[in-house]
C-alpha cells in the first residue's frame, strides 16, 4: 500500500467485504478513509457487477474526493448466490428457526454438519447423508433437538436438480418473467425427529435455460412486517419480480432489500437464501 500511495502520489485505501455482505473494512492503506464503509451491495464475501453502480453512488456520497476502481468478476455458468442476513444478537439460535435450539444444542448442529461432509468426502448419495445426520442428531439422546433442511445436488451438465426435504420450507423455481413455482416434492419430518427410521426419497427436476433455483430460511418468510404480518411467500414472490435482471445476484440482492427495508426492527432470525440461475 504504501507503495502504491506513492507511484500514485495521493491517498490509497484497501478494503475488504465483510464475510455478511453488511460493510466493507479497511484492511490496509491511509487514514485518510474510513475504517468501515456502512451498507455496500454486497452478497457474501464480494461485490457483484450488479451492485456497482449502487457501490460507486455509496463511494461518492460517503468520499467526494476519492476513487474507486474494481474489476467485474467473470461470468459464470449456473452461478450462485448465499446471503446470510444476520439478527441482532438476543437468543443465540442455530441453524433455521424452526424449533429452537439453543447454546447447548451448538454441538449437535456442528456433529450434524459434520456428518454430512462426512458423507460428502465418502462419495454417498444424498439419501446416505441423510440418513447418517438424522442417525447422528439420533444419538445425541436430546427428542427436543431436531434439525431441518434441504440437501440438495447441482448437475450442471444436465441441468438437474435432486434434493431431499426435511422439514424445510420449500425451495422455489423462478422463471425468467419472475413467476415463482413451488418445488414439487414430499417433505420428510426433521432430522432426528422421533417418527423413527425413515426411507429418504429423492425428488428430480431439470431446470430450463434462464430458470432461478431459489432456496430459503422461514427467517426470510417469517420476517416481521411494519404494521403486523410476516414477509412470506407473498413478499418473497414480489421482491423476485422486482430484481431488475434474472441473474442470481440481481435476484438475491432484491430479496435482501426487500427483507431488511420492510421494517426497521431488526431479524428476530437467521435469514439465509442461495440462488443459483441456469445460463
Known amino acids: 500500500m504504501a507503495e502504491a500511495r506513492r507511484v500514485a502520489g495521493v491517498p490509497v485505501g484497501l478494503y475488504v467485504v465483510d464475510i455478511d455482505g453488511s460493510r466493507l473494512i479497511r484492511l490496509a492503506g491511509s487514514e485518510d478513509f474510513p475504517e468501515t464503509l456502512e451498507a455496500p451491495p454486497a452478497l457474501g ?8 453502480p449502487g457501490y460507486y453512488e ?3 456520497e460517503t468520499m467526494p474526493r476519492r476513487a474507486a476502481r474494481r474489476r467485474p468478476a467473470p461470468h459464470l455458468r449456473g452461478r450462485g448466490r448465499l446471503v446470510r442476513l444476520r439478527r441482532e444478537p438476543r437468543r443465540r439460535l442455530v441453524g433455521d428457526r424452526g424449533r429452537l435450539r439453543h447454546r447447548p444444542d451448538r454441538g449437535g448442529a456442528r456433529r450434524a454438519l459434520g456428518a454430512l461432509r462426512a458423507a460428502r468426502r465418502a462419495g454417498q448419495g444424498l439419501a446416505e447423508a441423510a440418513q447418517s445426520m438424522d442417525d447422528v442428531i439420533r444419538a445425541l439422546g436430546n427428542p427436543q433437538f431436531t434439525l431441518t433442511a434441504i440437501l440438495a445436488r447441482w448437475h450442471a451438465p444436465t441441468s438437474r436438480l435432486t434434493w431431499i426435504n426435511c422439514g424445510h420450507p420449500p425451495g422455489f423455481i423462478a422463471n425468467p418473467e419472475g413467476t415463482l413455482t413451488e418445488l414439487d416434492g414430499p417433505v420428510h419430518a426433521a432430522l432426528g ?7 429418504f426419497g429423492l425428488t428430480t427436476v431439470q431446470l430450463d435455460s434462464a430458470d432461478r433455483l431459489v432456496l430459503i430460511t422461514d427467517g426470510i418468510t417469517g420476517r416481521a412486517v411494519k404494521g403486523g404480518g410476516t414477509f412470506g411467500v407473498d413478499g418473497l414472490r414480489r421482491a423476485v ?6 441473474t442470481a445476484a440481481a435476484t438475491a440482492m432484491a430479496i435482501q432489500h426487500a427483507v431488511t427495508s420492510c421494517w426497521t426492527e431488526p431479524l428476530e432470525d437467521d435469514a439465509t437464501l442461495v440462488v443459483l440461475a441456469v445460463d
Do not use: Q, Y
Open 241 to 246: 419480480r422486482a430484481a431488475p435482471a434474472a
Open 58 to 60: 455509496r463511494l461518492r
Open 193 to 199: 425427529s422421533v417418527a423413527g427410521a425413515r426411507d
Open 45 to 52: 464475501p464480494e461485490i457483484v457487477p450488479e451492485g456497482l
